[in-house]
């Protein structure tokens, strides 16, 4: 029986619960409830204007609604009487199809139909800059290697710990926290889950580290790459698959202690990996750290072609561990919905089609891959990208050819809005519509 959201109000002495989804741009939209309203929310959702949103709906269209998922209620640590709830979109008496959460949990439905279950953990990476967007907010943060240097990342001290004790007091099992490769970016890690739950976390983090940041005078960037000379912002993903507590990925036989089935499903992973771009890389700045030029610190962390490979970070797919894969093409404007229905949907495929993933390549891609002039590069650009998932028999069919039409032409408006006003090049400054739209994606 679902947790009745009323009397957890009265228990936790919340005032205010925000009704939240996240729509196909992975913008987070909520309302603000009071408690004495909840128990009419929890049974009936709460009302938006889906055309007001990134979701291909019109102004004729019903009122959409939210409803809450009581079992993803976070007590926001900082606002004790706040209650933060993810929620499934509604309209006309059924769910929104192509609604983030929603497509999410039709690719979790069809895995546990096989009795399995995805495990995800993610790393999220961002920037603390100024308030204006315009640089980094530490000044003497200046070394060309300063990944994990540790003066810097004490002078950011009372806030990070802020957001690390929120994320104890919420049970989430944060383990470590570091400054990263660039110049004012850092990384919060915290123990792997469920696909589902692994995704509301992603979107409530992202809000907890801007909302924090904010009371500290300072603004948290995930965006891609918000500085041309600096390593961009990525999104890792750790995956497991599991049956109840055994772990269907681990052989500890094989020499990079994988099964038989990890690599069908890491196989369907390189096998769409252009036209899962659109989703992992969703964004026109997004296209600036996939094979970008080398940054101050003399690497760029990201990938530029569809590989795999053991414990080797120059690859877009490394093994580091036994029973587990990381895959690094994700970046911080990835809808986290998106993100881990993306990884099933292909992973899937590549279960279903028993998909060779071929050989790792043992070497780095960096300095040696042109010596492979076979291997596929991924897209370069949101354009191509979207270009591949529009053809993609894989994903048309995972999600349906109605939802992913949807997606596409919403970002190739997207796309004719940047066009009308800037020219996309690599080689040229980031535009002032990239920092308009994405700082604070």
Not at 53 to 69: E, G, H
Not at 150 to 162: G, H, T
């Amino acid at each position: 029986m679902a947790k009745d959201l009323s009397k957890i109000a009265k228990q936790k002495k919340i005032k205010y619960f925000l009704i939240s989804f996240v729509d196909l741009f992975g913008v987070l939209r909520s309302k603000l409830v009071p408690s004495e309203a909840i128990k009419e929310m929890q049974k009936n959702g709460a009302g938006f204007a889906g055309f007001a949103t990134w979701l291909d709906m019109t102004p004729a269209d019903a009122d959409m609604f939210a409803i809450p998922d009581p079992e993803s209620l976070i007590q926001i640590p900082w606002n004790k009487e706040v209650g933060w709830l993810a929620s499934d979109l509604w309209m006309n008496g059924k769910p929104v199809e192509a609604s983030p959460r929603v497509m999410l949990k039709k690719q979790i439905h069809k895995l546990e139909g096989k009795n399995m279950t995805l495990k995800t953990g993610v790393e999220c990476e961002y920037f603390l800059i100024n308030p204006e967007g315009t640089s980094i907010a530490d000044k003497r943060d200046l070394q060309s290697k300063p990944c994990y240097d540790q003066s810097a990342l004490m002078r950011q001290y009372d806030l990070i710990k802020e957001i690390c004790d929120s994320m104890i007091k919420l049970g989430w099992g944060p383990y470590q926290n570091d400054h990263e490769d660039a110049n004012g970016q850092f990384e919060m890690n915290w123990n792997y889950t469920d696909s589902l739950n692994t995704a509301d976390r992603h979107v409530f983090f992202k809000f907890m580290v801007k909302t924090i940041a904010e009371k500290h005078g300072l603004r948290a960037t995930f965006m891609p790459k918000p500085f041309e000379n600096l390593t961009g912002n990525g999104c890792h993903a750790h995956i497991s698959l599991w049956n109840g507590n055994k772990n269907l990925f681990l052989d500890k036989g094989d020499k990079l202690g994988l099964t038989r089935l990890a690599y069908n499903f890491l196989g369907g992973i390189l096998n769409s990996a252009e036209a899962l771009s659109s989703f992992f890389n969703p964004s026109i700045n997004s296209y600036r750290r996939i094979d970008a030029p080398v940054t101050t610190s003399g690497a760029t962390w990201s990938p530029s072609k569809i590989s795999y490979t053991g414990n080797n970070r120059t690859h877009m797919i490394r093994i580091p561990d036994p029973g587990r894969f990381e895959l690094r093409l994700m970046d911080g404007s990835a809808n986290p919905y998106l993100l881990q229905a993306g990884i099933i949907a292909a992973g899937i495929d590549g279960m279903e089609k028993k998909r060779d993933p071929g050989q790792p390549l043992f070497i780095n891609m960096y300095t040696d891959g042109d010596n492979y002039p076979n291997i596929k590069k991924l897209p370069s650009n949101l354009e191509n990208a979207i270009e591949y998932l529009s053809s993609s028999e894989v994903l048309l069919s995972a999600f349906g050819e109605k939802n992913i039409t949807s997606y596409i032409k919403l970002k190739q408006q997207e796309l004719k809005d940047f066009n009308s006003k800037e020219t996309f090049s690599k080689k040229e400054p980031i535009t002032e519509w990239e920092k308009t739209n994405t700082l604070d994606c």
